[in-house]
């Protein structure tokens, strides 16, 4: 049973560049999660998804994120352009649609801006 | 939104004793309480959730109590192994938003031979 899979799982790259991270859903989970965790901030929740509509993107910093969902399988997080306090652990969770469901974790993106 | 705070920050316990943290949030709907366990490098891993129609539940070593009336949980570790050591963060959800979670700042649990 695959669980919450992204890629890649270490990013090191330039401040400037465009740094874009993927996720795969648990299948049949309906509702997608994008978290970065600092040791400043702890896990903040960044944009969530139902039925791959963005539902709430009110914890997405600023203009320069954007994320996506073309389809049930697959959502990306783009960052453009990325700046060192943009380094952090990025996690892509997923659960069932609704309340009260248990939300599973992928094993993060681990991102460093130069 | 929904406010949740956890204590302690950090938890040293000798390996066999109890460990016991702390969250209170602030909604009075929340209904549901997940806790996680996050290890270092690793991902947060549900270890135990409990639902508001539920005052306790219990899963081996680990048990969650709730309080509704004190908007209140708890997280108990019996038993401690050194394998509990890892960082433990509780959550809420948040008020007219089901699918979406508060985290606590999380315990940093260290269990000692």
């Known amino acids: ?114 | 939104g929904e406010n949740v705070e956890q204590h302690p920050s950090t938890l040293s316990v000798q390996e066999g004793d109890s460990a016991v943290i702390k969250c209170t949030y602030s909604d009075s709907a929340s209904n549901y309480f997940p806790w996680y366990k996050q290890e270092l490098g690793k991902r947060p891993q549900l270890i135990i959730d409990i639902r508001s129609n539920v005052g306790e539940k219990k899963d081996q070593r680990i048990a969650v109590t709730l309080n509704k009336t004190a908007k209140h949980f708890s997280l108990h570790i019996t038993e401690t192994q050194p394998e509990d050591s890892a960082v433990y963060f509780c959550a809420a959800p948040r008020t007219g938003t089901a699918s979406k979670l508060t985290f606590g700042t999380g315990t940093r649990l260290q269990v000692t031979l």
């Open chain 1, 1 to 114: 049973d695959a669980g919450v899979i992204q890629s890649p799982r270490h990013e090191v790259t330039e401040m400037g560049q465009e740094v874009t991270l993927r996720c795969k859903p648990i299948s049949g989970h309906n509702s997608l999660f994008w978290y970065r965790q600092t040791m400043m901030r702890g896990l903040e929740l960044l944009i969530y998804f139902n039925n791959n509509v963005p539902i709430d993107d009110s914890g997405m910093p600023e203009d320069r994120f954007s994320a996506k969902m073309p389809n049930a399988s697959f959502s990306t997080l783009k960052i453009q352009p990325s700046e060192p306090r943009d380094s952090a652990v990025y996690f892509c969770a997923s659960s069932l649609k609704g309340g009260n469901q248990p939300q599973h974790f992928g094993d993060g993106t681990r991102l460093s801006i130069l």
